[in-house]
């Protein structure tokens, strides 16, 4: 039976997740210490379907619900205030700051005329500037536009030389960016971009042999090498893979074409990258092939591969124990051991509501991008 918005509310506040249920614990929600995930989602109220950031402390096995007028994509924390949250809507013009604390937004904010939210941006070191990549809807060409943290105001512009870009990731004072877009002429073509944002030059261009291949998501590790997760762009070739990619530092890239099997399973997008540093394992969910991947890092191969019902976000727990993957129709989370990197049966919580692209742990982030010891 759906659930009415009274039902709804009434439900979420006496319950936690799934089959472990319990009363409400009245305990501090968000803990730096305990695991916690946030999740663009929705759910139907109604019989309509109401966005949201989907709040779940894994510890307290509690989940809260704040309501959007879109449905977020990318998610990320302000360095400087670990309560504050923007969302941002995937190729839309719609983004939004949201006060953890309150559970309410605080902010509606929008893109120009013209142009588009790819899902995808990154603060500045000191959290005083936002920089978000955005598509010009007639042209397709793409921007990092740098705003103003308090005011949203754009204060810059720096062009991500390629065509529909999406993803980024800042280390240090370089920016890379996903330039996903193709042009008819092959001008353009599918690429990773690497800009030194203190002399806004191009440091490096990354291509990929198969130009199937749209370098759609990617993680940069602390050693500069890249793990790059693709879509691929012959979509109405039933037989394009989406294609995993690792390049080596102002290297090589090498796309993975081994072991057949898979590769040939990996239909669709391969969209969330999650790695264990200690174990140097990357996980990668492919939805539309209802199938998780994990290559090693190091020797840049398959260490295992099995079914999994739409698998989207990914994330791991404070303790590198465990990997934690949103999935299913019904949207539900399960927690996969990485020391054998097995299900464990007994983990999975539903329903989430987490129908979102992408999983964040508020808690590790913490860790990555406040000075030790803030972000308590």
Not at 10 to 39: M, Q, R, W, Y
Not at 106 to 126: A, I, K, W
Not at 336 to 354: A, G, K
Request: hydrophobic share 35%.
């Amino acid at each position: 039976m759906l659930l009415n918005r009274r039902n709804f509310l009434k439900a979420i506040t006496v319950s936690a997740l799934g089959s472990n249920l319990s009363a409400c614990t009245h305990k501090k929600l968000f803990n730096p210490d305990e695991d916690i995930f946030l999740s663009g989602g929705s759910y139907l109220d109604d019989g309509n379907i109401q966005n949201a950031l989907i709040v779940i402390n894994l510890t307290q096995t509690e989940k809260r619900i704040i309501e959007t007028t879109f449905l977020p994509h990318g998610i990320y924390i302000d360095p400087n205030n670990k309560y504050r949250v923007y969302c941002y809507e995937k190729n839309g013009s719609n983004a939004c700051e949201i006060d953890l604390k309150t559970k309410e937004i605080v902010r509606h904010l929008h893109t120009e005329t013209n142009q588009l939210f790819s899902g995808h941006t990154s603060f500045s070191m000191d959290g005083k500037s936002i920089y978000c990549i955005e598509t010009n809807v007639d042209t397709r060409q793409g921007s990092i536009n740098i705003r103003d943290t308090e005011t949203f105001q754009s204060t810059q512009q720096l062009p991500t030389l390629g065509l529909s870009p999406h993803d980024c990731q800042l280390n240090d004072h370089v920016l890379t960016v996903s330039n996903t877009g193709q042009s008819s002429s092959d001008f353009h073509q599918p690429s990773l971009v690497k800009i030194d944002l203190t002399t806004e030059k191009l440091i490096e261009r990354i291509k990929l042999d198969d130009k199937n291949l749209n370098c759609g998501h990617f993680y940069v590790n602390d050693n500069g090498n890249i793990i790059i997760a693709s879509a691929p762009l012959d979509i109405g070739n039933k037989s394009a893979s989406g294609g995993i990619s690792f390049h080596q530092l102002n290297d090589t890239t090498i796309t993975m074409t081994e072991p057949d099997v898979v590769i040939r399973r990996m239909t669709g997008e391969a969209l969330g990258i999650q790695i264990n540093k200690k174990h140097q394992i990357a996980a990668i969910t492919h939805p539309a092939a209802n199938l998780l991947t994990f290559w090693s890092t190091k020797d840049k191969k398959i260490i295992k591969a099995f079914g999994f019902e739409n698998p989207r976000g990914i994330s791991q727990t404070l303790d590198q124990k465990n990997f934690v993957v949103s999935y299913g129709k019904k949207s539900a989370m399960a927690l996969i051991t990485i020391e054998d990197l097995s299900p464990q049966i007994e983990s999975v919580i539903q329903p989430t509501f987490t129908s979102g692209e992408h999983l964040i742990n508020w808690s590790e982030s913490l860790r990555e991008i406040m000075p030790k010891g803030v972000y308590r």
